[in-house]
């Protein structure tokens, strides 16, 4: 088990952190709390899915904060993984080697390239006709909604390139977790919608539900779910995934005058330095000026490449609830 691994090899510095912060997850959850999760950088396209999607299955996930980014890269994956091109060399492109990428639609995110055609323009021809239903019918959906749409009517289905049980939005859509996508407009879908609105292919803007839409939602989601129970923060990278959705508790409490609990533990995974006034690269500590989290908030910080520390963390997890069940059910 990787849980056994790192008890026994993970023993200092961000190794420590890491069993640290797995050990306060499974703590978290022990005492009935809830668990949002950031997601920032190209993590879908480093396929997060295969072992976050099982951590939403086995309960562990309770609300995703993403950008639109790792919104759609889940869904591109899973329908086009065979036409992806790895790049292992990347480090030694010359920009002619990148020229020639974009002149075969492969848009390269550090050592992956995704194929425009296959992944980009298939997922546009599906939402194009649910955007303007929507449009046409006055209806309005948030951009997870509209996706969410494409994955229920299983129309994509039989193109799926992967197995379904790796797509984080499968399982997000499966068990209900509520998704909120921040900045959703600066994505390759956010785009392709403008352009429509733009052509006139789409009439209302308003089709797309928006960022402060959003902020409402999670509002009522925190206030509504921070009434019985202590919610957590695991962030992958920074950026507006996590700041947007962090901010909820001093809007609550300085915006709406209203009470609700901080924050209840606390995680990031980052290899942003703390420098030049940076939010990926601040400090749990810092948080505690802005009213988000308090002085007795468990707080970690894994300085590392969420690539490698996110998997373990999330494995660490599912081994020790495992292992609770094992116990539970011998008893």
């Known amino acids: 088990m990787i849980r056994e691994f790192m008890l026994k090899n993970f023993k200092h510095f961000n190794a420590a ?5 797995a050990e306060g997850w499974v703590k978290h959850l022990q005492q009935n709390g809830k668990m949002l999760i950031t997601i920032a950088g190209a993590m879908s396209t480093a396929e997060l899915g295969i072992s976050l999607a099982e951590l939403i299955r086995k309960g562990c996930v309770h609300a995703i904060s993403c950008t639109g980014a790792n919104l759609e890269e889940d869904l591109f994956n ?3 993984h065979t ?3 790895r790049v292992p060399h990347y480090r030694y492109l010359s920009m002619e080697d990148d020229e020639k990428l974009l002149q075969r639609h492969m848009n390269r995110v550090t050592d992956t390239c995704i194929p425009e055609e296959e992944a980009m323009r298939k997922i546009e021809r599906h939402l194009l006709k649910y955007w ?7 209806q309005r959906f948030f951009p997870h909604e509209f996706i969410g749409k494409v994955i229920e009517s299983k129309e ?3 193109e799926y390139e992967i197995d379904p049980k790796n797509s984080w939005l499968i399982a997000a859509f499966e068990h209900k977790i509520p998704i909120f996508v921040p900045g ?6 956010g785009n392709f919608f403008i352009g429509h609105v733009i052509s006139g292919n789409v009439k209302q803007i308003s089709t797309v539900r928006s960022g402060l839409e959003y902020m409402r939602a999670l509002v009522e989601w925190y206030l509504a779910t921070s009434s019985s129970n202590t919610i957590g923060f695991f ?7 996590g700041d947007f959705p962090i901010c909820v508790v001093p809007l609550i409490h300085q915006d709406l005058r209203r009470d609700c609990p901080l924050w209840g533990y606390f995680c990031q995974i980052s290899d942003s330095t703390t420098s030049y006034g ?4 601040a400090t749990p500590n810092e948080k505690i000026t802005w009213g988000k989290l308090g002085k007795t908030t468990p707080a970690y910080v894994i300085e590392s490449d969420a690539t490698i520390v996110a998997p373990l963390v999330f494995q660490y997890v599912l081994d020790s609830i495992e292992a609770a069940s094992k116990v539970t059910n011998t008893a």
């Open 132 to 138: 303007q239903e929507a449009d046409q019918t006055g």
């Open 156 to 158: 994509l289905e039989s």
């Open 17 to 21: 952190a890491c069993v640290d912060a």
């Open 78 to 80: 899973l329908v086009a």
């Open 278 to 281: 940076s939010y990926s690269g």
């Open 235 to 241: 962030q992958i990278g920074g950026g507006i995934a």
């Open 83 to 85: 036409k992806y091109e």
């Open 184 to 189: 959703w407009e600066d994505s390759t879908l």
